[in-house]
């Protein structure tokens, strides 16, 4: 959409990622038709930066944790699937995010779980 990576991950993982030509960047703005959002729970992203995790990473790139609960205090209704919560107002928050970061790019529910 923007035709680079966020700053943050330049500044972070710039040696890992892949280079793109000008043309390329060019190439990658704007591209899609419209954003489909598949929502079927929500969790909180623990910044692995600035406090401890205990995180399993692929290459070492992961300076998140995904975590259900927060001072002890569940996201939302626990599921039957383990890790899965049910929170509501998760879909309209996605949907605003979306909506407020990729202007103008039709958005589409198409799964929600």
Do not use: W
Request: with cysteine; net charge negative.
């Amino acid at each position: 959409f923007f035709g680079d990576y966020p700053r943050e991950m330049r500044e972070m993982l710039s040696s890992n990622l892949p280079k793109f030509t000008s043309e390329e960047k060019r190439l990658l703005q704007n591209k899609a038709d419209f954003i489909g959002v598949n929502h079927y729970t929500a969790i909180y992203a623990k910044d692995c930066i600035s406090s401890p995790c205990d995180i399993k990473t692929y290459e070492g790139n992961a300076m998140v944790q995904a975590v259900g609960e927060r001072d002890g205090v569940a996201i939302g209704r626990p599921t039957a699937f383990h890790g899965y919560y049910d929170v509501p107002e998760g879909m309209e928050l996605i949907v605003r995010y979306v909506n407020q970061r990729y202007k103008n790019t039709p958005v589409y529910i198409t799964e929600n779980g």
